[in-house]
């Protein structure tokens, strides 16, 4: 596919793998961020030694996309500074928090539209931080790319109301109509730019037709792990079930799942919970001993976290498609998880898919791993080499592939892409 394409994005999503894999692929132009570990002031961090590092420095000091020449890479920290400053005083107010990102996600738009797009033929963001970049870029003639890395916002917005009706002592603030609005109109504004939507799953998939998006530009790739979450093999352990979740602390993430499980599996499991976040005191009640909570972990530093467990449990009331859940696979761990979280794990060979909500499906999954070893043995096994399948360099020839469907307008076939996994 002899392309050129600029991508744009906040963040280190999956440590930056698209423009790294576009970049293996001699695709990419140019890769446009906020703020990285590599570029301007923020390389400044490697001089501090790690032991004075705070962690969120070490997170940020993790923030290193290699396989990207540096010629290639324009940072705009200040944006990634401001974001980070907003978000930290916004703390548990979603609407600011949803504001902050909106702002983010414009602000870097406008500075990629400024500085260009080069010799690019496409253009490759992230939903709802990239309508600028693609408005410019069709106007250039280019072909565009969304990723959907998330379920539609009109369904995650529906689903967290509802879990917050249902656990209101978990909020302090519910999000505003109008800032939820500018959400989904400007994710239906990017829709409508898109020539192809890049879903991470099935669920997102779905959710973009059920709330009025193309599905026929729809395309489902899932995501790959790299090597480096492959733990060897570990002997059969004795004692209480290790149960790992790895993540944000809150609703959607179903925290509220993961601590009644707890509940009920005392003296049977202990639970570990990595993410930033709070839990309010009364759902804690009775847990002290039960569940440890780590807070947030840096990336590099979480490999030690799937070597600690013998069991992965996320059950997610809405992702797109959990990248946790393929590391866990990677590190030998069986998952239990949901449907509505995304992820490639098969119900009952390397792991269990569990309805929503479903506290007593999560307690029988993990009794049945507790009680047969064998069992917890085979599916550690199966889960590696489900992971096999999913590995980085599968997950650049699907994104390649995929993309290749998005140069269907320039030959004279527009929004003509057909739906492939």
Partial sequence: MNERVVVSQLGARMDYAVPRILNAHGMLEHFYTDICATRGWPRLLEYIPRRFQPAGIRRLAGRRPSGIPPQRMTCFPGVGLSFALRRMRAHAQPDERMRAELDAGRRLSELVVRHGFGQASGFYGFIRECLEPLQAAR????????????????????????EQERFPDWISDVTEDASSEAYASRERAEWAEADLIVCPSEFVRQSVSQYGGPIDRCVVVPYGVDTRFQIPTRGRREGPLRVLTVGSLGLRKGTPYVLEAARRMSGMADFRMVGRGAVPSVACAGLDGVVQFTGPIPRLEIIAQYAWADVFLLPSICEGSATVTYEALAAGLPVITTPNTGSVVRDGKDGFVVPIRDVDAIVQSLHLLRADRARLFEMSH???????????????????????KARAPAAGNPRKIRHAS
Avoid: S
């Fill in 139 to 162: 106007a250039r003639g280019m072909w565009t790319a969304v990723e959907q890395n998330i379920a539609a916002w009109e369904l995650v917005d529906r689903l967290e109301r509802e």
């Fill in 382 to 404: 199966n889960a590696k080499l489900r992971a096999q399948d999913f590995d980085l360099a599968g997950y650049g020839r699907r994104l390649c592939d995929a993309l290749g």
